[in-house]
């Protein structure tokens, strides 16, 4: 079971990571920091690199702490919370993610809370920590935190759909 949940843990909190460094660099196909913050106000968002920062700061900071197994109720909570922003974008085309569909954060956000639910397993820092098991009440209060993290970040950063169609979004002040 830990050799499992070492390889769960590394593979999606490294793609977490690096879905993060994507939003504020030009590494792993990124735009940089200014393309970051381009898409999230073609997304509607406001604080334009503010935004791209706390987005991609949370989802390296998740990414890698659910790696390497540590404060593994705080990554997961951190790491559904932005999954959770991502799926609302994508929650207009629908689930599946050949149409940009939320499929994919979706999938995120159920492995970050069945690991903070399963915990990271001996092969972690936790572990070596002495801090696992972490108590029940830690997975269900990440569970329940996490996605409405999401969501309340979703409401106060969400601009209102503009006017009339075809109309650009002004620029947020950063």
Known sequence: MDAGLLVLRLVVGLLIAGHGVQKVSFRLGGDGWAGGAEEFRRDGFRGGRLTALAAGAGQIGSGLFLAAGLLTPLAA???MGVMTVAGTVKWPQGLWVQ??????????VVVAASL???????????HVLGVTPWPVWAGVAAIAAGPA??????????????AAEGTRYAPAAD
């Open 77 to 79: 909570t951190t790491a």
């Open 99 to 108: 149409n940009d569909g939320y499929e994919y954060p979706l999938v995120l």
């Open 116 to 126: 903070a639910l399963a915990g990271p397993g001996r092969w972690s820092l936790d």
């Open 149 to 162: 993290s999401g969501l309340l970040t979703r409401v106060v950063l969400h601009r209102s759909a503009p």
